[in-house]
T-cell receptor, first 115, second 112 residues
Framework: DTEVTQTPKHLVMGMTNKKSLKCEQH?????MYWYKQKAKKPPELMFV???????INESVPSRFSPECPNSSLLNLHLHALQPEDSALYLC??????????????FGPGTRLTVL | ELKVEQNPLFLSMQEGKNYTIYCNYS?????LYWYRQDPGKSLESLFV?????AVKQEGRLMASLDTKARLSTLHITAAVHDLSATYFC????????????FGRGTQLTVWP
């Protein structure tokens, strides 16, 4: 299995809702990432987990809460979002080993709309 | 902080023509990645360049890396409409393992 999967593909939520985004990979990668991408902009890094531990948090608002239950799964819990949080949310994974290319492989993304 | 500059940001070219996209970065890195993104879709890995002088080719696209000049190029040969997409270069960030610094992207449109 050489892909990263994300669910759901699309999500519409109100500002008072709680929802979660899910990401899964079975490539044995030990690093997983969340990115946010607005239209016509490059992806912005939000969080990095390496060996199931949070290693980078890019000062993301607390209404976004990441979770890494195991080395294959990554969740992003959403609560009390704002309309400006509407974006494409991308998950990625990489090997995280010295000597490897550490290329990041991206999932198909979740298109989030906050009303 | 590492800075990555791509140019041009917008490229409109006729089918059959050749063109080069440039990616400059501000601090030392021995590797660079190129990604393609179609509208509304995710990022697809195109090339992984792992050393100075690396050159990789796939179809009508060829990428190269000059780590001394801190420059990568993505050359398009005999463009076709299917190449229309946004192309990003990305450089691993310095001492922070896992961080990728992206260029702003080049939006390529190929017209008949």
């Amino acid at each position: 299995d050489t892909e990263v999967t994300q669910t759901p593909k699309h999500l519409v939520m109100g500002m008072t809702n709680k929802k979660s985004l899910k990401c899964e990979q079975h490539m044995g990668h030990r690093a997983m990432y969340w990115y946010k991408q607005k239209a016509k902009k490059p992806p912005e890094l939000m969080f990095v987990y390496s060996y199931e531990k949070l290693s980078i948090n890019e000062s993301v608002p607390s209404r976004f809460s990441p979770e890494c239950p195991n080395s294959s799964l990554l969740n992003l819990h959403l609560h009390a979002l704002q309309p400006e949080d509407s974006a494409l949310y991308l998950c990625a994974s990489s090997p995280w080993t010295s000597g490897a290319s550490n290329e990041q492989f991206f999932g198909p993304g979740t298109r989030l709309t906050v009303l | 902080e590492l800075k990555v500059e791509q140019n041009p940001l917008f490229l409109s070219m006729q089918e059959g023509k050749n063109y080069t996209i440039y990616c400059n970065y501000s601090t030392t890195s021995d590797r660079l990645y190129w990604y393609r993104q179609d509208p509304g879709k995710s990022l697809e890995s195109l090339f992984v360049l792992l050393s100075n002088g690396a050159v990789k080719q796939e179809g009508r696209l060829m990428a190269s890396l000059d780590t001394k000049a801190r420059l990568s190029t993505l050359h398009i040969t005999a463009a076709v409409h299917d190449l229309s997409a946004t192309y990003f270069c990305a450089v691993p960030g310095g001492s922070t393992l896992g961080r990728l610094y992206f260029g702003r992207g080049t939006q390529l449109t190929v017209w008949p």
